[in-house]
């Protein structure tokens, strides 16, 4: 499993230098504040906050492609997810309702170095009326100016880093798709 | 999943569609499980709007135009409409897009209308949702080959298991793949399942 796992691994390595189609992914990681709280129930959390604006790493033309909000939610406070409704918003204030950990093109074709913000609200009564998610974006993003390939992880810091359990979801991923030309998600 | 083409019945139209639309704000009662009502500020959802073929058989030809809503056949025997906003968004009848200031809204009440689009969002499965996604985001894509922002190329090559083929959503909205087609004005062609321009 180990030499498979080190194979794929060299393949992404290898294979995306030459990818042509920018296919690149961006983790956003934890918003600010990575814990949002909401305190009752039908009314509007917290709100938490990935502010691209300013980030390096990112080209200023690159455009979203795929957008993925993954979140926990807390247990103990009573949440669940089918009562639990998030919203992920552009910075001019529009968006949509998400499932967590899914793949959506939403936000296709709009620039990525903006100011993100995710809120929730739950239907159900909470325990001490009070919950919360921890919320991490990622995008899938290209930039034709640059027609760039790889991928790029960052962590929430902004600091440019390669995660590794990223990359070898990233790579099983590759393995089993046209890796040629196309990066599949992180799911 | 089933996916079928625009020709069949579009049974949400019959039940949303308003007639004598007005730039009016129109004030609705959207959500049973709430008393208030809510102002739209002249924007209609797309549950209210009247739906457009967005092929045009004679032709074999899509237009789509900002502001106006259009079928884009079924997913799961449940029809699918879509329209653009003039910013470049979008939403379906499966996805509400919601406008929203996180900074005021802190500890507000869920509007109506923000607890029906939630409603709505949810009454679809979470594979109904993927299936439109991938119809919505190879339609983007086709969309900005004919606008010119990604090349013919650069569409080809993108594949995910995410975005629907281009042959199933052509299939989907209705065009004839065996022949010619323009999808805003742009001439296509699809050979071996790859897109040319014409």
């Given amino acids: 499993m180990k030499k498979v796992f080190m194979l794929l691994l060299l393949l992404t390595i290898i294979i995306f230098p030459a990818t042509t189609f920018a296919s690149t992914y961006f983790d956003a990681g934890a918003s600010d504040p990575s814990t949002i709280w909401v305190y009752g129930t039908e009314t509007w959390s917290q709100a938490g906050y990935w502010d691209l604006t300013t980030d390096t790493q990112i080209p200023d033309t690159a455009v979203v492609d795929m957008v993925n909000e993954g979140y926990n939610i807390c247990y103990n406070c009573g949440m669940n997810y089918t009562d639990t409704h998030v919203g992920l918003f552009n910075s001019a204030g529009q968006g949509y309702y998400v499932e967590s950990s899914w793949w959506y093109i939403i936000f296709v074709g709009e620039k990525v170095k903006q100011k993100w913000s995710t809120q929730f609200w739950v239907e159900n009564q909470l325990v001490g009326s009070r919950g919360y998610i921890q919320p991490v974006l990622s995008f899938r993003w290209v930039d034709s100016t640059t027609g760039t390939a790889g991928v790029t992880t960052l962590n929430a810091d902004g600091t440019a880093k390669t995660e590794t359990i990223k990359i070898k979801e990233s790579a099983e991923q590759v393995n089993s798709s046209d890796a040629g030309s196309y990066q599949e998600p992180i799911n | ?198």
Wanted: net charge negative; charged share 25%; glycine share 6%.
């Fill in chain 2, 1 to 198: 999943m089933n996916i079928q083409g625009p020709g069949n019945h579009d049974s949400m139209t019959k039940v949303f569609q308003k007639k004598n639309i007005s730039n009016e704000p129109v004030k609705t009662s959207f959500f049973n499980g709430k008393k208030d009502e809510v102002t739209l500020s002249a924007r209609y959802t797309i549950l209210e709007m009247a739906t457009e073929p967005v092929v045009n058989q004679s032709t074999n030809s899509i237009t789509i135009e900002p502001d106006k809503a259009y079928s884009l056949g079924e997913v799961n025997g449940k029809p699918l409409r879509f329209r653009l906003f003039q910013d470049g968004g979008f939403e379906t009848n499966f996805s509400l897009r919601l406008s929203h200031d996180p900074e005021t809204s802190v500890g507000k009440p869920v509007t109506a209308y923000e607890a029906n689009a939630a409603k709505i969002f949810d009454s679809y499965s979470a594979e109904e949702h993927r299936q439109e996604n991938r119809l919505m985001g190879r339609l983007m894509h086709l969309l900005q080959v004919a606008d010119g922002k990604i090349s013919v190329e650069q569409f080809n090559e993108y594949k995910s298991a995410h975005v629907a083929s281009t042959q199933e959503l052509l299939v989907a909205m209705g065009i004839d793949i065996n022949r010619t087609f323009a999808i805003n004005g742009v001439d296509f062609s699809l050979e071996n399942g790859h897109l040319k321009r014409q």
